[in-house]
T-cell receptor, first 111, second 114 residues
């Protein structure tokens, strides 16, 4: 059974710092990996989707990488801002249409 | 832009009541999903529908049922609400063959059962 782990569970950084969020998964037979952002009490916003054949995806200050063979993905946030404060979730899709989620990393960016 | 809407942001119901949570998407997506999110447990899939009138159980279907009579609408039904169903409920949709397509989420419904 696929399991997705995100470490650390919480992270606090000063504004302007570059940071990396980690995601690991136990079964490397995935079709894609998706990173989401969730603000308190709100739904999930899709940030990046990396297909299994890809190594990375970029959107603005965000860069996500995927190493399928080692079961790892990272989300790199450059020049962090207070508005980046949120919970970040990763999810993987295997042989069905369903996603398996990690429990998230709660990021706080301090002004 | 894909838009997924949920009928209520906040809902308070009594134990034993029948509860309907509605989700509507406007992008002609084949797949629709219902999740619940609880602190420490993350997101867990309740039910999934891949077409009108088609459904598949997720990881935690007990105490829930679903209805999909039209492509754009997916309803989650709590037949007899219980306090352990107090949670945040999230609906999502995606195109079929979603190995290359993203799941899009609604804003969530915070349900409290008293």
């Amino acid at each position: 059974k696929q399991e997705v782990t995100q470490i650390p569970a919480a992270l606090s950084v000063p504004e302007g710092e570059n940071l990396v969020l980690n995601c690991s998964f136990t079964d490397s037979a995935i079709y894609n990996l998706q990173w989401f952002r969730q603000d308190p009490g709100k739904g999930l916003t899709s940030l990046l989707l990396i297909q299994s054949s890809q190594r990375e995806q970029t959107s603005g200050r965000l860069n996500a990488s995927l190493d399928k063979s080692s079961g790892r993905s990272t989300l790199y946030i450059a020049a962090s801002q207070p508005g980046d404060s949120a919970t970040y979730l990763c999810a993987v899709q295997g042989g069905s249409e369903k996603l398996v989620f990690g429990k998230g990393t709660k990021l706080t960016v301090n002004p | 832009d894909v838009k997924v809407t949920q009928s209520s942001r906040y809902l308070v119901k009594r134990t034993g009541e029948k509860v309907f949570l509605e989700c509507v998407q406007d992008m002609d997506h084949e797949n629709m999903f219902w999740y619940r999110q609880d602190p420490g447990l993350g997101l867990r899939l309740i039910y999934f529908s891949y077409d009108v009138k088609m459904k598949e159980k997720g990881d935690i279907p007990e105490g829930y049922s679903v209805s999909r009579e039209k492509k754009e609408r997916f309803s989650l039904i709590l037949e007899s609400a219980s306090t352990n169903q107090t949670s945040m409920y999230l609906c999502a949709s995606s195109l079929s063959g979603s190995r290359t397509y993203e799941q899009y989420f609604g804003p969530g419904t915070r349900l409290t059962v008293t």
